[in-house]
């Protein structure tokens, strides 16, 4: 880029501005929050990550330098339409763990087998099998919340709310569950993931992107 086009030293400072101003306003829509499904934090969320896009542009454009962070824009979504009115709904959940403490699940797992009588006592003897115990005693938000009680490390993991015109019918889809997604029927989805871990690295000018903000994504608010 030539020096004619090149934003200003002064406009790259505003972007800057502008990101803060942002992050302060979508922290105070997270701390009014009034609901999962608050529009105010949805809202504050995407100016947030307007503000971020431009000041990232610009600091390029004019140092050849980028930003630390990534925040997921509606760019990178496929367009919704589904019904306006949905009858039915879908939620589809992936959460991905690594074994980290194979002895911890396998203890774990032993204990659940003598407390109930009605388990065997050798599915508990190998990996897949005390995950198999695990996954049929604990409900999975159980074990989101007490992975590492169990001896995992979380990965990353997505939630998707599908628009569905009926509900399907008793085991309609239980044999592929997975398979017929429609991406332009998502309503929203909520992600969790390492890029958007904080560390030392997601600091502008001292102020620090707690991922935990910066997860949820309206596919609605384009």
């Known amino acids: 880029m030539s020096d004619a086009v ?9 972007a800057a501005e502008a990101v803060k101003t942002a992050l302060d306003r979508h922290l105070a829509a997270v ?3 009034s609901g999962e499904d608050d529009p105010a934090v949805y809202e504050a969320f995407n100016e947030l990550a ?3 896009e431009v000041y990232d542009e610009l600091l390029y454009d004019r140092y050849d330098e980028v930003t630390p962070f990534e925040i997921p824009g509606a760019d990178d979504t496929a367009p919704y339409t ?3 009115e949905p009858n039915a709904l879908s939620v589809l959940i992936r959460r991905d763990y690594s074994v980290v403490e194979p002895q911890r699940l396998l203890a774990q797992a032993q204990r659940v087998e003598a407390a109930d009588e009605t388990l065997g006592t050798e599915a508990s003897g190998t990996v897949h099998g005390a995950l198999g ?3 049929g005693e604990f409900e999975p938000d159980e074990i989101a919340s007490r992975h590492k009680e169990f001896g ?3 990965g ?3 939630l998707w709310v599908t628009a569905a015109d009926e509900p399907a ?3 309609e889809w239980l044999e592929t569950p997975f398979e017929q997604v429609d991406v332009e029927r998502v309503v929203c989805r909520f992600d969790v993931s390492a890029v958007f871990d904080d560390d030392d690295d997601d600091l502008v000018d001292g102020v620090d992107l707690e991922d935990e903000d910066l997860e949820p994504l309206d596919l609605d608010q384009r």
């Open 133 to 135: 115990v695990l996954f």
């Open 6 to 14: 090149q934003p200003t030293a002064a406009e790259v400072r505003a």
């Open 50 to 52: 307007a503000a971020a």
């Open 82 to 84: 589904g019904p306006e």
């Open 152 to 154: 995992l490390e979380e």
């Open 156 to 158: 990353d993991s997505t």
């Open 169 to 171: 019918e008793p085991g």
């Open 31 to 33: 701390e009014r929050r």
